[in-house]
C-alpha cells in the first residue's frame, strides 16, 4: 500500500445554553413531555415573525473572540430549504448560502493552537461559526410501525463552527475538538456534552500522495458523537480511500456516517450542492446589525481561557507543564485547583494531590466534582499540615480518606484520632531502641554499612510501630547516632 498524506477539515455543532430558543421565547427544555414547548413559530405556521434571541447572539460573539474570529457587525440570516420530517418549517433559518453574497456569519478568520505529542504548537485556522436553529426529534422506538414527533427542540440555538482544512492526522483532529469543547466549557456558551448530543462533530477528509500536493477530493463523515469515535472513523476512511487510490480509482465527494460495531464509514447520500438548497435571504428578518460597543462589552465577559490558565498555574504556582495541562482540561477542575492552590503554601504538592487522590475518587463518584464534600480550602490546609510537620505524607492519606468520606475539617480528624506527627526525639528513640534490641542480628548487618537495604527495614519496623505517627526524618537521624554508638 501506498503512503498517503491526509488532509481533514471539521465542522462542529454546539447547542448554545440559552433559556429560550433561537427566534422565540419557548423555554429549552430537555426529557419533558413531547411537544410541551412550542409555538407558531418555532412550528413555522405562516405568518408568524421569527425574532433574534439576544442571549444567543452574546454567546455567538463570545464564542467567536475566544475563537480568535472576526465578528461580522452586519450578519445574514439566510433560508435552507429542505424536507424532512423533523422539520416542520420545511426550511432551516441559517447564516451560510453558497453564494459568497448570502455568506455573512457573524464569525470568521480565527484560530486555535493545539500542542502535538513532540511538544510543539500549532495553528488550525477557524474559517466561520454561523448561527441556526436546530431540528425536531424523530423517535423510531415507541411503537414497532410507526415514527414519532418531538417538536421540543425545534428552533434551538446552535452554533457551528467550521475549521480550515489544516489538520493532518486523526490525531491532531481530537486535539482540536479537544481544545474546542474545552473552549466552549470555558466561556460557557454551551454544555458542549458529546453523550447528551449537544455537541457533534462532522469529520471532513481526504488524501494526497505528498505533503505539498493539491488537497484531494474529500467525503464527509457526519454526527461523530465521541473523540473515539471521530479517530476511528477518520482511520477507517483513510483505509478506505488508500485502498481506492491504490486501485487507480477516484474517491468520490459523498456525505457518510460511521458503524463503530462494524468499524466502517457507510455512504449516506453523494454529495448535496448549495443550489439544491435554494438558499435565499431570510425574508422575515433584516440583517443581524450589532455595534463595535456591543461587541467589545461582551470581550469583557471572556473568562481566562484554557491555554492563559495552564501557563498561570506554571508561573504562578510553579507546577510542571503536565500538570498544568491535566489541572486545566476542565473548567470546574482548573477553577477548584485555583481557589484551593490560593491557601496552600505548597501549591506543586497540593498539585499531586489532586491530581493522583482527589482526581482518581472522582472518576469513581457518581456527580463528579459537584459531589465532592471537600473543599478547596480543606485539601489546601491538609497539604499546609504535611508541609509544616503536623502529620506524614502517610497519615495525610488517612485523613484524606476520612475527609473524603465526611466533609469534616482535617485538624478534627487529627485530633480525634490522634494522628499528630511525632516530632519529639524522646518520644521515638525508645521504639528504635526497641526495635534494634528485637532484630539484634539485622542491626549488626546494618552498622557493618555492607546492606544499604537494612536501614529502610529499621525505618520500616520504626514506623509501623508507631502507627505511622513518626517522624521519617527524625527515626533516620536517631538510626543514624545508634549505629555509630
Ligand atoms: P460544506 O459546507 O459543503 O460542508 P465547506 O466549504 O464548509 O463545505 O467545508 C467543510 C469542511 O471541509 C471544512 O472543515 C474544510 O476545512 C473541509 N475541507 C475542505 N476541503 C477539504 C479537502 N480537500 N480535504 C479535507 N477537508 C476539506
Ligand atoms: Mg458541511
Ligand atoms: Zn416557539
Request: net charge negative.
Amino acid at each position: 500500500m501506498a503512503k498517503y498524506f491526509p488532509v481533514i477539515g471539521l465542522e462542529i455543532h454546539c447547542q448554545l445554553s440559552t433559556r429560550t430558543k433561537m427566534f422565540c421565547g419557548c423555554e429549552i427544555e430537555v426529557n419533558t413531555t413531547a411537544n410541551k414547548h412550542v409555538c407558531p413559530v418555532c412550528l413555522g405556521m405562516p405568518g408568524a415573525m421569527p425574532v433574534p434571541n439576544r442571549k444567543a447572539v452574546e454567546y455567538a460573539i463570545r464564542l467567536g473572540l475566544a475563537l480568535n474570529c472576526e465578528i461580522d457587525l452586519n450578519a445574514m440570516w439566510t433560508r435552507k430549504n429542505y424536507f424532512y420530517p423533523d422539520l416542520p418549517k420545511g426550511y432551516q433559518i441559517t447564516q451560510t448560502g453558497g453564494l459568497p453574497v448570502y455568506d455573512h456569519p457573524i464569525c470568521k478568520n480565527g484560530w486555535i493552537e493545539v500542542t502535538l505529542e513532540d511538544g510543539t504548537v500549532k495553528r488550525i485556522g477557524i474559517t466561520r461559526i454561523h448561527m441556526e436553529e436546530d431540528a425536531g426529534k424523530l423517535v423510531h422506538d415507541m411503537s414497532p410501525t410507526s415514527s414519532h414527533f418531538d417538536a421540543n427542540r425545534c428552533g434551538t440555538p446552535l452554533c457551528e463552527i467550521v475549521t480550515e482544512p489544516d489538520i493532518r492526522s486523526p490525531e491532531e483532529a481530537v486535539l482540536a475538538l479537544q481544545k474546542i469543547k474545552q473552549i466552549l466549557e470555558y466561556t460557557q456558551v454551551s454544555n458542549a456534552n458529546m453523550e447528551n448530543g449537544n455537541m457533534r462533530c462532522d469529520g471532513n477528509i481526504s488524501l494526497r500522495a505528498s505533503e505539498d500536493a493539491p488537497f484531494g477530493t474529500r467525503c464527509e463523515i457526519k454526527n461523530l458523537n465521541s473523540f473515539t469515535n471521530l479517530e476511528k472513523a477518520l482511520y477507517a476512511e483513510i483505509m478506505l480511500q488508500t485502498v481506492t487510490l491504490d486501485a487507480g480509482r477516484e474517491v468520490e465527494q459523498c456525505t457518510k456516517r460511521f458503524d463503530p460495531n462494524a468499524n466502517k464509514t457507510i455512504v449516506i447520500r453523494s454529495k448535496e450542492d448549495a443550489h439544491d438548497y435554494k438558499y435565499f435571504p431570510e425574508p422575515d428578518m433584516v440583517r443581524l446589525v450589532t455595534s463595535p460597543e456591543f461587541v467589545e462589552n461582551i470581550r469583557k465577559t471572556l473568562p481566562e481561557l484554557p491555554d492563559a490558565r495552564r501557563e498561570r498555574f506554571v508561573n504562578e504556582y510553579g507546577v510542571t507543564a503536565y500538570d498544568a495541562q491535566v489541572l486545566t482540561i476542565e473548567r470546574e477542575v482548573s477553577e477548584w485547583f485555583d481557589s484551593a492552590a490560593k491557601n496552600c503554601k505548597t501549591p506543586k504538592i497540593l498539585a499531586n494531590w489532586v491530581i493522583s487522590e482527589l482526581l482518581r475518587e472522582v472518576k469513581e463518584l457518581e456527580g463528579g466534582l459537584a459531589a465532592v464534600k471537600i473543599t478547596p480550602e480543606q485539601l489546601a490546609t491538609l497539604v499546609n499540615l504535611i508541609a509544616d510537620n503536623t502529620i506524614s505524607g502517610k497519615i495525610a492519606k488517612q485523613v484524606f480518606a476520612e475527609m473524603f468520606e465526611t466533609g469534616e475539617d482535617p485538624e478534627k480528624i487529627i485530633k480525634e484520632k490522634g494522628l499528630v506527627q511525632v516530632t519529639d526525639v524522646s518520644a521515638i528513640e525508645p521504639i528504635v531502641r526497641e526495635v534494634i534490641a528485637a532484630n539484634e542480628k539485622q542491626f549488626a548487618e546494618f552498622k557493618s554499612g555492607n546492606n544499604p537495604k537494612m536501614k529502610g527495614f529499621f525505618v520500616g519496623q520504626v514506623m509501623k510501630k508507631s502507627g505511622g505517627k513518626a517522624n521519617p526524618g527524625l527515626v533516620n537521624q536517631i538510626l543514624d547516632k545508634l549505629a555509630a554508638e
